[in-house]
Structures are given as C-alpha cells and as structure tokens.
C-alpha cells in the first residue's frame, strides 16, 4: 500500500467513529431532548445556531461527513471506472459536488441570521428583539 492509501484507509476508520459521536449527539439533541420532532422550527434552529458551540459541532459533522463520503466515492470510482478518462470526469463532478455543497452549507451556518428583520415574531426564538 502507499502512504496515500493507508492515509485513506486510517481517516476513514478515524472519521467513520467521530462522525457515528457527532450524528448521536445530533439526532439526541434533536429528537430525543425537549419536544422531539415537533420541537424542530425555526426558532429551534436559529437558537442552536445562535451559540458558537452548535455551529461548530454542526459545521465539524458536515465537513466530515462530505470529507469521508467523497473519499469513499473517490475509492468506488477508482475500482470501478475502466478508462481513464471516464474515472477523470467522474472524480471531478464528485470534487465540484464536494465544494458546493460545503461552501454553501458553511455559509448557510456561519452567515445565518436568527432574528431576520420582518418575520413574524412568533417564528422566531425567544432571545429575538422583535418578541
């Protein structure tokens, strides 16, 4: 195996334990803590993510969480993808996936805005000025 391999195959086994922490604690605090389901809103979201602690906890799962599924799609294109060619693009549509879906998803939580100016007052949580 290369030192490229073998760093693929630790991070995967490494990441698969933080990610199976992250995603109990996710769905804990999510479904299982306060009102369950029903308890997930707006509100909800906006005062989880209105503490620095939630934002890196939910941030860190989905770096993660794209960081080891594209590495284990990257290794399934390697396997299975005959020309060369084919196993470029398709890695390629895989890296541009990647990079949009985690630059959106860290804008979306580090530029959210849990008091947006003009919603209805009863969607939003407790701390917001507009209640």
Known sequence: RTDVELCSWLFMRMSGVVLVA???LHLVMNL???????????AFVAGKWADPFWQVVD????????????????TVINDHARRDLTRYWLKMLLYLSF?????????????????????????????????
């Open 99 to 131: 990079t949009v879906v985690v630059v959106l998803g860290t804008l979306v939580v580090l530029t959210f805005d849990p008091c947006p100016v003009g919603a209805d007052a009863a969607l939003l949580p407790d701390f917001c000025p507009a209640r």
């Open 32 to 42: 299982v803590v306060g009102d369950g389901i029903q308890g997930v809103d707006f």
């Open 59 to 74: 941030l860190t799962m989905l770096w993660l969480a794209m960081i080891h599924g594209t590495n284990g799609v990257r």
């Open 22 to 24: 992250l995603i109990t």
